[in-house]
């Protein structure tokens, strides 16, 4: 049990003390915009660059992987949207915004730091694959969601550029393409720009935590929509049991691979899943609220889930052969 407090302990103690942090000097929101800036422009690309540029090009392109992986998240988008819609009867927005928070875990601040302290460098492929190829999958269904529910006439290149621009200018997509290209032409920086990237990569975990524990603090949790009786469940249990059963079933991967996949899709909510609820003016409030339960009952979630890992009784592959 020491070992999984000593895997889980900096992960949340980090976010518990950005928490404690905004809550004591009460900051205004705006002071959050040059560390985010930060993280997200430069220390996370420079991770994700450091990680995917050292490895061997075959496993850059595991598509079988990538495959099963996107279309487990994807389905669970879908099932909550259709809860969402035909159960509950919400209007498709707000049904958007509701699949993203049960579907769109927090690869991106939280993902990096769990995944490789738990399973060291190796898990760094899989990792960049996942949050790449995730992100890719939220950055079209938001916009094409949203384009189709507004009842406007829009137009249909207009709409694919907007969706290519979201996705080609993202930083962390283009440190991925950086980092890819440099792993196939072995590539590698100088050894000055070499140290500077990795002090950089270095800060991109602490730093995320940190942020996302004071961006818990200035979104105040003032009541717990019905709602999330169905997300949460979706959101921290049967994404990664669905995740976990899939990638055994479709094939024999690699066991870090397979760990890793469940362990991201076992996170909390993104916190982008509010700034696109800002974005579009829909469940705004209350996606923030599922942000800060899911976070809070993570620290159980995803605690057991390292214990069953880490202590053999949870197999890489279920059905094995």
Excluded at 196 to 215: E, K, N, R, S
Excluded at 292 to 313: D, F, K, N, R
Aim: glycine share 6%; with cysteine.
């Amino acid at each position: 049990m020491a070992e999984i407090a000593g895997l889980v302990f900096p992960l949340f103690g980090l976010i518990l003390l950005g928490y404690l942090t905004a809550r004591i000097t009460k900051q205004p929101a705006e002071a959050m915009g040059w560390l985010s800036t930060f993280i997200i422009y430069v220390s996370l690309p420079c991770l994700f660059f450091k990680l995917l540029s050292k490895t061997p090009i075959e496993k850059l392109a595991s598509w079988d992987f990538i495959g099963v992986n996107i279309s487990t998240t994807f389905v669970m988008f879908l099932v909550i949207f259709a809860i969402a819609r035909l159960i509950v009867r919400v209007p498709t927005p707000e049904a958007t915004i509701q699949g993203l928070a049960g579907a769109y875990g927090n690869i991106g601040y939280m993902g990096p730091g769990i995944a490789i302290l738990t399973f060291g460098e190796t898990a760094a492929v899989p990792l960049a694959l996942i949050f790449c190829f995730e992100n890719v999958l939220h950055f079209v269904v938001a916009p094409t969601m949203m384009a189709l529910s507004s009842g406007k006439e829009q137009h249909v290149l207009r709409l694919i550029l907007e969706i290519a621009k979201k996705v080609f200018l993202h930083p962390f997509i283009i440190a991925t393409i950086v980092g890819v290209a440099a792993a196939i032409f072995e590539i590698t920086p100088p050894l000055p720009v070499a140290r500077l990237i990795d002090y950089l990569a270095q800060a991109a975990a602490p730093c995320a935590l940190f942020a996302m524990g004071v961006t818990l603090a200035l979104r105040p949790l003032k009541r717990v929509p019905v709602e999330l009786s169905f997300i949460v469940p979706f959101n921290l249990l049967i994404h990664p049991i669905a995740m976990y059963l899939t990638l055994s079933w479709f094939g024999n991967f690699d066991p870090i691979w397979v760990y890793t996949a469940v362990l991201l899709a076992s996170l909390p909510t993104a916190t982008n899943v509010f700034v696109i609820a800002q974005q579009y003016g829909v469940w705004v409030e209350r996606a923030s609220a599922t942000i800060l339960l899911t976070t809070m009952l993570s620290v159980l979630t995803v605690t057991a889930l390292l214990y069953l890992i880490t202590t053999g009784m949870m197999p890489a592959d279920l059905f094995p052969g």
